[in-house]
């Protein structure tokens, strides 16, 4: 058991081979350079400072699945939030695997964006 959480802990810090984290995945959504996925109203610069919070702070928690699945369409009627280091994996896998333009809102994959 402990083997395995600390397998998912690694992968969910970038350090199982997938070579990104939570800082280089919001750069991705969110920088002008990268994907630039834009949310009215805010700076790239504050929204990926938003994104890496959030994603750290779900890194910081134990859980499952649950319900969650970043491949679908997000529901721009219901906020998402990542609740726990497995989640924030597969939300990073998500970003990493799908085209910018699969990640532009509303309705786009791999919510929260």
């Not at 959480?5 to 995945?25: D, E, F, I, K, R």
């Not at 504050?46 to 969650?68: F, H, P, Q």
């Not at 679908?72 to 597969?90: C, H, K, S, W, Y």
Request: with cysteine.
């Amino acid at each position: 058991m402990r083997g395995a959480t600390l397998v998912a802990a690694l992968a969910a810090l970038g350090l199982g081979g997938c070579g990104y984290n939570c800082q280089s995945t919001c750069f991705r959504i969110y920088d002008p350079s990268a994907c630039a996925v834009v949310i009215p109203g805010s700076t790239p610069e504050a929204l990926k400072r938003s994104c890496i919070s959030e994603c750290d702070e779900a890194l910081s928690g134990v859980g499952t699945m649950g319900g969650y699945d970043p491949r679908t369409q997000g529901n721009p009627q219901i906020a998402t939030v990542l609740e726990n280091e497995r989640q924030a994996a597969e939300w990073m896998d998500c970003v990493w695997e799908a085209e910018c333009t699969q990640l532009q809102p509303p309705g786009g994959i791999c919510h929260p964006i």
